[in-house]
């Protein structure tokens, strides 16, 4: 095996990004400047090449620049490329620019859930160590010591965060943690780890994860100390199944669910929330009743134009409503909130659902601005039916009956609102704890509200349509 510390001898530059981006050039150009690169490169440089990880590398998985972090926090969606980017870090600590040469780290912890899941994905997995490792550097896995050992005497310790209390004792300068929030035992795991990195001039760990709402990870994030990167598992596509995406997307897209294992978005329902992730997946349909007896859109208008302001939201519920109205069942159609820059903006996007959907009615909060908002309304489209509500109480407590019919299982979401249930699970008696305004939520409320709740829509009836 040629030695990868040689010069690739293109003119490549030598920092992590410096090549990612000489990469990009050369794979995105035509095959005639790509074959020339390719001859150009001696036998040495051309099979040590697919070696030189920060040349292929993404950008979340290159670290961050500069040293001044404890913490590299890899977040991503299934399949993002987290496990090869931990490993090739791991190499990139431990590996010297020649085979026998020293790197700047010599002890180093491989802790996952298990043993056998360090064995089998950090180690032996199809983007662990040995597979990203060029034969003249290859460590020797000495499954008895639950080591590996580089021939430059580098060692990495495989542990188990079920077992954590054999984290006391060993010492180390860097750690690769494989799966954080999922562990059981994460948090006393990860302090008893805490206390093994104390060797070297500047210990570090990398924790490459598919994002959890467990209090572990979110403390390590607030920390700092702590750096991260991130990408949804579409950014790794070209290193994928075929069809894997398309699968995964159909079945998944547009849910919670979707947006923390695809996407790797940290999803923070918070203590007393009104909604949960799990209770909005279980809620969710693929299926709308082509009779629809009513549609009604809530609007929670932005109270400024301004480009630091609100966004309006706009939410499109409609209803099945056969039977007394205990029986009633809502669907949540659409979010189709938007950020305007002038009133008639958000009155334009509330128009088109209004015809997209055929409502029947507009219900808007009019303790600000609320004959504003039916002038503007009007301007635009004059025959939307508008209906003016006043907020009597604060956000939590108009909530909490909306919340009621989802503990019921009278309301069912379609795919597509995760921006929605995003700030949903983030209400609670006491308020909106998220940050901005819960403008999707707000709108929401007020149209299931009166489509559901409202006396006199359950006086009227419902007026029948086919979607």
């Not at 180093?108 to 899941?117: D, F, I, N, P």
């Not at 597979?131 to 003249?136: A, F, H, K, L, Q």
């Not at 550097?137 to 008895?144: D, E, H, L, N, Y």
């Not at 407590?397 to 503990?407: F, Q, T």
Request: glycine share 10%.
């Amino acid at each position: 095996m040629p030695n990868v510390s040689n010069e690739v001898g293109t003119g490549l530059t030598s920092t992590p990004r410096g090549l990612r981006s000489k990469a990009a050039s050369i794979a995105s150009a035509p095959l005639e400047t790509r074959q020339a690169f390719l001859d150009e490169l001696g036998d040495n440089a051309l099979a040590s090449l697919p070696y030189l990880f920060e040349f292929w590398a993404l950008e979340h998985q290159l670290p961050p620049e500069g040293k001044d972090w404890r913490t590299w926090v890899i977040m991503g969606g299934r399949g993002a490329g987290k496990t090869r980017a931990g490993a090739e870090w791991v190499r990139s600590k431990v590996e010297g620019s020649r085979p026998l040469q020293a790197g700047t780290a010599r002890r180093v912890a491989l802790v996952g859930e298990t043993y056998e899941q360090v064995r089998d994905v950090m180690i032996e997995g199809d983007s662990g160590i040995l597979r990203c490792t060029p034969s003249d550097r290859m460590p020797t896995w000495k499954a008895g010591q639950r080591k590996l050992v580089w021939p430059n005497g580098a060692e990495a310790q495989a542990f188990s965060a079920h077992d954590f209390e054999a984290l006391r004792g060993p010492q180390f300068d860097a750690a690769w943690v494989d799966e954080l929030a999922k562990w059981k035992k994460a948090e006393e795991a990860w302090d008893m780890l805490q206390f093994c990195l104390r060797l070297g001039d500047n210990p570090q760990a990398v924790v490459t994860t598919t994002p959890k709402n467990v209090p572990i990870l979110k403390d390590i994030l607030d920390r700092s100390s702590t750096v991260s990167t991130h990408a949804p598992t579409e950014a790794n596509r070209a290193n994928l199944a075929k069809g894997f995406l398309a699968e995964v997307m159909e079945r998944y897209g547009g849910t919670r669910l979707g947006r923390q294992e695809l996407e790797g978005i940290l999803l923070d329902d918070i203590e007393g929330a009104f909604w949960t992730s799990a209770v909005l997946d279980a809620l969710r349909t693929e299926d709308v009743p082509r009779k629809i007896d009513r549609v009604v859109i809530g609007v929670d208008p932005a109270v400024t134009s301004s480009g630091m302001s609100d966004e309006t939201g706009i939410v499109v519920v409609g209803a099945v409503m056969s039977g007394p109205p205990k029986d009633w069942r809502a669907y949540v159609l659409e979010d189709a909130t938007v950020s305007a820059s002038s009133p008639t903006e958000w009155a334009q996007a509330v128009a088109r659902a209004y015809d997209r959907w055929g409502a029947d009615r507009v219900v808007a909060e009019g303790n600000q601005g609320g004959d504003m908002i039916e002038a503007v309304l009007r301007q635009v489209a004059p025959t939307v039916s508008y209906r003016k509500v006043t907020a009597r109480q604060a956000k939590g407590a108009r909530a909490e009956p909306i919340a009621a019919l989802y503990e019921q299982g009278r309301v069912r979401h379609l795919r597509g609102l995760g921006t929605l249930e995003d700030q949903m699970c983030q209400m609670a008696v006491g308020g909106y704890r998220g940050s901005g305004s819960p403008d999707r939520v707000d709108a929401l409320v007020w149209a299931l509200w009166a489509i559901m709740l409202d006396p006199d829509a359950r006086k009227s009836g419902p007026s029948i349509r086919t979607l």
